[in-house]
């Protein structure tokens, strides 16, 4: 079955709630207390974030199809969502006037989170996109 990019925003949308309700508590580890972020600069970046990324998320989708062709599924996965996500927070953070050293060190940090964690995002993707493929047949 051919892949829309409605189906594709689709998987990705669920997988990544799902995916945020589990690192919840670690994004805000990282931002208010690793990166020293006021109420207000999170809620502006994540506020900026959060748009963008359900916004293009089918793209997602086509990043981690492409690692997996060429890198073991997990650091495929893992490096599909750095090359997605930091950008996004990366701009979100710029847009809301955050220093150049909090945003590296943010990049830095996002991507350490998602080699040890990406794998997971990746096992919810394919549980999603399973599930919805189990509901079309």
Same mark, same amino acid.
Request: charged share 15%; proline share 0%.
């Given at each position: 079955m051919k892949k829309t990019i409605l189906s594709r925003a689709r998987d990705n949308i669920v997988a990544t709630i799902i995916y945020g309700l589990i690192t919840f508590a670690l994004t805000i580890f990282y931002e208010k207390y690793l990166l020293g972020l006021n109420w207000g600069e999170w809620m502006g970046t994540r506020g900026i974030y959060i748009v963008f990324r359900y916004t293009f998320l089918f793209v997602l989708d086509y990043l981690i199809d492409f690692f997996r062709q060429h890198l073991p599924k997990g650091l495929a996965d893992a490096v599909a969502l750095s090359t997605y996500q930091i950008p996004i927070y990366a701009t979100a953070a710029l847009i809301i006037g955050l220093d150049y050293q909090r945003i590296l060190?943010?990049?830095? &940090? !996002? #991507?350490?989170?998602? #080699?040890? /964690?990406?794998?997971? !995002?990746? !096992? &919810? #993707?394919? @549980?999603? @996109?399973?599930?919805? #493929?189990?509901?079309? /047949?």
């Open positions: 060190l943010a990049a830095a &940090i !996002y #991507l350490a989170d998602n #080699l040890a /964690l990406g794998w997971l !995002y990746g !096992y &919810i #993707l394919d @549980r999603t @996109r399973k599930f919805f #493929l189990q509901q079309a /047949l």
